[in-house]
């Protein structure tokens, strides 16, 4: 079993920046995949990012992409989402997520195996 505990979320204004955190813990390997993702209300869930665990190459959705940048630290086992030049349209549940059979990076939601709890961003026009 993988656990993933994200933090970090709250209100800010736009054009502010935040830092979301995950934590994972449990059954961990090199090769996966950690993905953000993000769910407004009476819409779906839709990618944000994602990092390969082992090499760390990335992919962004298109909406996201020069304003939010994904790492991982590979000691202390946690991936970030730093949010930059936020948009009152970036305001969601963001989740993060491990993909552990697939060896590229993908984007459906459906594919990840793993899944926190959800932290709300909330921006502030």
């Known amino acids: 079993q993988v656990q993933l505990v994200e933090s970090g979320g709250g209100l800010v204004q736009a054009g502010g920046s935040l830092r979301l955190s995950c934590a994972v813990s449990g059954r961990t390997f090199s090769s996966y995949t950690m993905g953000w993702f993000r769910q407004a209300p009476g819409k779906e869930r839709e990618f944000v990012a994602a990092i390969r665990w082992s090499g760390g190459s990335t992919s962004y959705a298109d909406s996201v992409k020069g304003r939010f940048a994904i790492s991982r630290d590979v000691v202390k086992n946690m991936v970030y989402l730093q949010m930059n030049s936020l948009k009152p349209e970036d305001t969601a549940v963001y989740y993060c997520?491990?993909?552990?059979?697939?060896?590229?990076?993908?984007?459906?939601?459906?594919?990840?195996?793993?899944w926190g709890q959800g932290t709300q961003v909330t921006v502030s026009s």
């Open positions: 997520a491990a993909d552990y059979n697939t060896r590229t990076i993908v984007v459906a939601p459906s594919l990840y195996d793993y």
